[in-house]
């Protein structure tokens, strides 16, 4: 089927299968927390807004779940192809429901490393929103499985759920869960939902841009959910309301210091290197 998955260790097949087993659980109610989410809403406009000012025809979404972006992009740009790819065979059947009549937009099921060596240099743009990278156990190899991937002009929108986010480690420390405080940097954060454990991989910027440097160029580096609630706090804070817009231009503001990757999510975007 592929060459990139012969070279996939036999733990990583392993784990894969529990992100997948995870996410085929996940499945039943993704879309419909989501629907009932403002913040995650909020923040995939931003998302989306930010990935359609690079130019591209020919898009990979990694870790495309429902098929919320793939629907979304495909039906916006028909004369634009997609591929959405996902671990979890749940998420793909989803997806195919909702992309179906659309025939610009396809959904496969498995991860990067299933990808066939002809689609080498076949996308300008990928783009991965909402934590799919997290859980790839190595991000040497997957950013260098990424560079044979996107073409010499393209650009990459990647997101990751972020290895420090102080405002987590504060909250924690003043209800003294220590543990739950610092779990992320001590590598023992649980996953995307608290009550649902999937071990996952939460990366400093340093480390992201560390992985990423010898092949790609940071165009652009945001972070989210600085003094925005993060989405599991969405009760605390309406979107809409004058406190939840006032704290979206908060962090837009400490976007412009060094303290701009201290919050739940990041985002860049990376071109390919000459
Ligand atoms: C939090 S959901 C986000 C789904 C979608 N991107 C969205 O924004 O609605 C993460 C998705 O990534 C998939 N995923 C997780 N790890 C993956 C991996 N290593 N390769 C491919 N898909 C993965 C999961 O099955 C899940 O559907």
Known sequence: VNDHAAASTRPERDYYRRVADYYDEEAAVFEQ??????????????????TERYPFDSALE??????IDLAYWAERFPQRTFLGIDVSPAMVQQARAKIAGLANVTASSGTLWSLSEQSSGRFDLIYCYFGALNTEPDLAATARLLASLLNANGTMVLTFVNRWYLFDIIWNLLRLRW????ARPLDTWRGYAPDRPLPSFCHSAREIQKAFHPYFELKKRKGYSIVFPAWYRQKFVSTDGRLGRCLWNIDGWINRTPFWNLGEYSLYVFSAKE
Do not use: E, K
């Open 33 to 50: 927390h989501y629907r009932n989410n403002a913040i995650l809403q909020r923040i995939r406009i931003d998302f989306r807004d930010i």
């Open 62 to 67: 990694i870790g495309c779940g429902p098929g």
């Open 179 to 182: 543990r739950r405080a610092f």
